[in-house]
C-alpha cells in the first residue's frame, strides 16, 4: 500500500512539534501507560482496557512488520524536543476498497487540548496521499467523541455516513459517525493554504498606501 520509504525504520514525518517516528521496544511501557487509560480506549474499536500486559509489545512488534512489508504505516507521536517521549500514535490502514485507507490515532491524557493530535492528523493525511495509491482517507469516530470529530473537521474531513459498528476491544457495538476526505479536496485545502501564506510576484509590485 505504502511506498518504500515508510518501511524503512528511519522514516519520520517533522511537523512544527512533533515527530512522527516508528515504535520501538522502549517505548512498549509509556504506551501501556497512556492508552491503557480507560478515556483513551473506550474511543477506539482496538485498544482493550484494563490493558493487558504484554499488549503494548504485541503492537511495537506487529506495527514494525506491518510498516515493514508497506501494508499499513503506524508511527509513535513524539515532542520534537524529547523524542523518547510518547505522546500518542497515529495508524493509516488498509479497508477492502483499494483506493481508500483508513486513519486511527490516540493522544495520551496529560497531553489532550494542545492541538497535537490535530496537528500528527495533517501530517499524516499528507503522507497517506503524498506516498500511498489512496485517493480517499476515512475516520469512524464514536458519535459521542466529539473532540475527535473537531479534530477530524480541523483537517478538512466531511461527515459521510452513519453506522452501528462492532469493536473487538469494546466487545459491544456502538453508533460511528464514518468521515471521510478525498484527495481532490485534500490538494484545493493546500493549495489555498499555500496561497494565503505566498505572496503573488504581483502584489509585491503594488505600492503601499501611504
Ligand atoms: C480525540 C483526541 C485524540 C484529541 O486529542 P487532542 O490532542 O486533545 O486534540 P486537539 O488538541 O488537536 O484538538 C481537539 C479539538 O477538540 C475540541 N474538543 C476537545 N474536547 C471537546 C469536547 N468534549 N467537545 C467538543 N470539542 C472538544 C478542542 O477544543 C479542539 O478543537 P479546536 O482545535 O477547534 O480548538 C484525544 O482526546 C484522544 O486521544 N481521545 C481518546 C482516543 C480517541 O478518541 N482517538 C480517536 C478515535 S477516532
Given at each position: 500500500m505504502f511506498?518504500d520509504?515508510?518501511s524503512?525504520?528511519?522514516y519520520?514525518i517533522e511537523?512544527?512539534?512533533l515527530?512522527?517516528?516508528w515504535?520501538?521496544?522502549?517505548?512498549?511501557?509509556?504506551?501501556?501507560?497512556y492508552?491503557?487509560?480507560k478515556?483513551?480506549?473506550?474511543m477506539t474499536?482496538?485498544i482493550r482496557h484494563?490493558y493487558?500486559a504484554g499488549?503494548?509489545?504485541?503492537y511495537?512488534?506487529?506495527?514494525?512488520a506491518?510498516?515493514?512489508?508497506?501494508k499499513?504505516?503506524g508511527?509513535?507521536?513524539?515532542?520534537k524536543?524529547?523524542p523518547?517521549?510518547?505522546?500518542?500514535?497515529?495508524?493509516l490502514?488498509e479497508?477492502p476498497d483499494?483506493?481508500?485507507?483508513?486513519?486511527g490515532?490516540w493522544?495520551g491524557?496529560?497531553?489532550?487540548?494542545?492541538?497535537?493530535?490535530?496537528?500528527?492528523v495533517?501530517?499524516a493525511?499528507?503522507?497517506?496521499?503524498?506516498?500511498?495509491?489512496?485517493?480517499?482517507?476515512e475516520?469512524?469516530?464514536r458519535?459521542v467523541n466529539?473532540?475527535?470529530r473537531q479534530?477530524?473537521?480541523?483537517?478538512g474531513?466531511?461527515?459521510?455516513?452513519?453506522?452501528t459498528?462492532?469493536?473487538?476491544a469494546r466487545?459491544?457495538?456502538y453508533?460511528?459517525?464514518?468521515l471521510a476526505?478525498?484527495k481532490v479536496a485534500?490538494?484545493?485545502r493546500k493549495?489555498g493554504?499555500s496561497?494565503?501564506?505566498?505572496?503573488?510576484p504581483e502584489?509585491s509590485?503594488?505600492?503601499?498606501?501611504?
Amino acid at each position: 500500500m505504502f511506498n518504500d520509504i515508510t518501511s524503512d525504520d528511519v522514516y519520520r514525518i517533522e511537523t512544527a512539534r512533533l515527530w512522527l517516528r516508528w515504535p520501538r521496544a522502549a517505548d512498549a511501557p509509556q504506551i501501556a501507560r497512556y492508552a491503557g487509560e480507560k478515556a483513551v480506549a473506550e474511543m477506539t474499536s482496538r485498544i482493550r482496557h484494563p490493558y493487558p500486559a504484554g499488549d503494548a509489545e504485541r503492537y511495537v512488534l506487529e506495527t514494525r512488520a506491518n510498516n515493514a512489508l508497506g501494508k499499513s504505516l503506524g508511527l509513535i507521536i513524539t515532542p520534537k524536543q524529547r523524542p523518547n517521549d510518547v505522546l500518542g500514535a497515529i495508524g493509516l490502514a488498509e479497508t477492502p476498497d483499494p483506493k481508500a485507507i483508513e486513519i486511527g490515532y490516540w493522544i495520551g491524557v496529560p497531553f489532550w487540548r494542545k492541538g497535537y493530535a490535530s496537528e500528527a492528523v495533517s501530517a499524516a493525511i499528507d503522507t497517506g496521499f503524498e506516498l500511498s495509491d489512496a485517493t480517499r482517507i476515512e475516520a469512524r469516530v464514536r458519535t459521542v467523541n466529539a473532540a475527535s470529530r473537531q479534530v477530524f473537521e480541523n483537517n478538512g474531513f466531511s461527515y459521510s455516513s452513519d453506522e452501528t459498528l462492532f469493536m473487538p476491544a469494546r466487545e459491544a457495538s456502538y453508533p460511528v459517525h464514518w468521515l471521510a476526505l478525498e484527495k481532490v479536496a485534500w490538494s484545493v485545502r493546500k493549495a489555498g493554504a499555500s496561497a494565503l501564506i505566498r505572496p503573488s510576484p504581483e502584489w509585491s509590485k503594488v505600492a503601499m498606501p501611504a
